[in-house]
T-cell receptor, first 113, second 115 residues
Framework: DADVTQTPRNRITKTGKRIMLECSQTKGHDRMYWYRQDPGLGLQLIYYSFDVKDINKGEISDGYSVSRQAQAKFSLSLESAIPNQTALYFC????????????FGSGTRLTVV | GENVEQHPSTLSVQEGDSAVIKCTYSDSASNYFPWYKQELGKRPQLIIDIRSNVGEKKDQRIAVTLNKTAKHFSLHITETQPEDSAVYFCAASGNRGSTLGRLYFGRGTQLTVWP
């Protein structure tokens, strides 16, 4: 399912480095989300965007920033990566009112050493 | 904001038995409740959902029930099979202001079905 594409799929980076995770979608959805998944903690929302000019902080936005470059593109940046940002990151999209739930990308496994 | 609690965190059943996962939510205005299945190493995928104007919904071996008064909803899987083994997440959709349409997730239930 290539509706929501995340790049890279895997990334190892060093502490202090800046890294960008990218997400693009072909579903035509207005809404895009970035989640972080850690074992036992479920899916924690980092940032979300309801349209190109709208950016909202989620539960765990500290240390992260986002950019909604177009309706179809939403990128997540770690300005200065630290080891406790090692996690699995998912991008997701939904239409207005999430009438059909959210569609998730394949995920990016990020390791900060 | 909304708070979603999910129980149990792990669940083991014998193949053919039923499995039930329960979630509660805090915001009475929430009106959409999806369930996601995440197999090992894969993305979460929507398996069933229910809206607040419906009490129960079925799709083959899976069903979801909603009790709006108690702010409680549950996933029921009957005749479980080993391929049902996965992590299941419940979620509730916000219905106020900037949270409109945003999903709040439970922490997940690791379901293991033994052959």
């Amino acid at each position: 399912d290539a509706d929501v594409t995340q790049t890279p799929r895997n990334r190892i980076t060093k502490t202090g480095k800046r890294i960008m995770l990218e997400c693009s979608q072909t579903k035509g959805h207005d809404r895009m989300y970035w989640y972080r998944q850690d074992p036992g903690l479920g899916l924690q929302l980092i940032y979300y965007s309801f349209d190109v000019k709208d950016i909202n902080k989620g539960e765990i936005s500290d240390g992260y920033s986002v950019s909604r470059q177009a309706q179809a593109k939403f990128s997540l940046s770690l300005e200065s990566a630290i080891p406790n940002q090692t996690a699995l990151y998912f991008c997701a999209t939904s239409d207005l009112f999430s009438r059909q739930g959210s569609t998730f990308g394949s995920g990016t496994r990020l390791t900060v050493v | 904001g909304e708070n979603v609690e999910q129980h149990p965190s792990t669940l083991s059943v014998q193949e053919g038995d039923s499995a039930v996962i329960k979630c509660t939510y805090s915001d009475s205005a929430s009106n959409y409740f999806p369930w996601y299945k995440q197999e090992l190493g894969k993305r979460p995928q929507l398996i069933i959902d229910i809206r607040s104007n419906v009490g129960e919904k079925k799709d083959q071996r899976i069903a979801v029930t909603l009790n709006k008064t108690a702010k409680h909803f549950s996933l029921h899987i009957t005749e479980t099979q080993p391929e049902d083994s996965a992590v299941y997440f419940c979620a509730a959709s916000g219905n106020r202001g900037s949270t409109l349409g945003r999903l709040y997730f439970g922490r997940g239930t690791q379901l293991t079905v033994w052959p």
